[in-house]
């Protein structure tokens, strides 16, 4: 007698301001949600990890991917753990949202706009982004900026900032 098996989907992969699913973890995800070892390939790819677009075109971005290392395979984690890399001349959107990240630069250097003050990171520089504080990261440079972030697995959705303009909610915590 044949077994008749269940055909899963694999995961939807999150944009940067997908939001966990609330309640209970689906079978699905409990069955996901076991050990792995991404190894690292070289030039900062990882195997078993795709390289996606940052966000949706038109968000205020330019020159920037995205790998999600931890956070879009059925994890029950709390957080995620992203690499984006910044090719020069490029940035990521000018945004403030409520939920808070951390990135720590792993290759190349970059800057980071907090509130209104930007400040330059450079290999191993960590950085904690608080709730609310309108933020961008930018690549100046001659090489690629590459860096870790890690971010809350449930969280808003970013809000974008005009040019010129900050956000009366968001605040500047430099």
């Known amino acids: 007698m044949a077994v008749k098996t269940k055909k899963q989907s694999a995961p939807e992969a999150p944009s940067c301001d997908w ?20 190894k690292h390939k070289g030039a900062f790819r990882w195997s078993g990890i795709k390289t996606e677009q940052y ?13 999600v290392l931890i956070g879009n395979k059925g994890e029950s984690a709390k957080f995620h753990l992203r690499y984006f890399e910044i090719a020069p001349g490029g940035n990521s959107s ?17 800057k980071v706009l907090l509130g209104k003050k930007h400040h330059r990171v450079g290999y191993l520089d960590t950085v904690y982004i608080a709730p609310d504080t309108v933020h961008e990261l930018t690549n100046p440079f001659d090489e690629p900026f590459g860096f870790f972030c890690i971010v809350n697995a449930k969280r808003d959705k970013p809000k974008l900032v005009k040019r010129g303009k900050r956000h009366s909610a968001a605040r500047s915590r430099s």
């Open 19 to 38: 939001s966990a699913p609330v309640g209970k973890m689906s079978e699905t995800m409990r069955d996901e949600n076991k050990n792995r070892i991404f």
């Open 55 to 67: 966000k949706p075109a038109d968000a205020g971005w330019s020159s920037i991917v995205r790998n």
């Open 94 to 110: 000018l945004e403030h949202h409520r939920h808070e990240h951390v990135v720590v630069c792993i290759r190349g250097e970059g």
